[in-house]
């Protein structure tokens, strides 16, 4: 099982970034998956999920800016970050935490 990440990065205040999850040794279709976050000497936090039927949720501190996606036919799940904020620094993980199924993370920092 294998769940990678990319697309992080160094972003001023008010920008984008689109993080992608490449999924590999699991069906992936059908399963729900979430992004996760961990700043530096925080707790992890849940960011969002999508299930298996689509249904999307995010965390109170993310929604109207974040937009989580996946395209089955890729295996990927996706984040589209927008009005990043120097608070949205952190290194962010896809999983599946009820199977234990985590990447390696990405790091996003936003800075000016």
């Known amino acids: 099982v294998q769940l990678v990440e990319s697309g992080g990065g160094l972003v001023q205040p008010g920008g984008s970034l689109r993080l992608s999850c490449a999924a590999s040794g699991f069906t992936f279709r059908g399963l729900g998956m979430s992004w996760y976050r961990q700043a530096p000497d925080k707790e992890r936090e849940w960011v969002a999920s999508?299930?298996?039927?689509?249904?999307?949720n995010y965390a109170d501190s993310v929604r109207g800016r974040f937009t989580i996606s996946r395209d089955d036919a890729k295996n990927t799940m996706y984040l589209h970050m927008n009005n990043l904020q120097p608070k949205d620094t952190a290194m962010y993980y896809c999983?599946?935490?009820?199977?234990?199924?985590w990447g390696q993370g990405t790091q996003v920092t936003v800075s000016s």
């Open positions: 999508v299930d298996k039927i689509g249904f999307i």
């Open positions: 999983a599946r935490p009820d199977d234990n199924y």
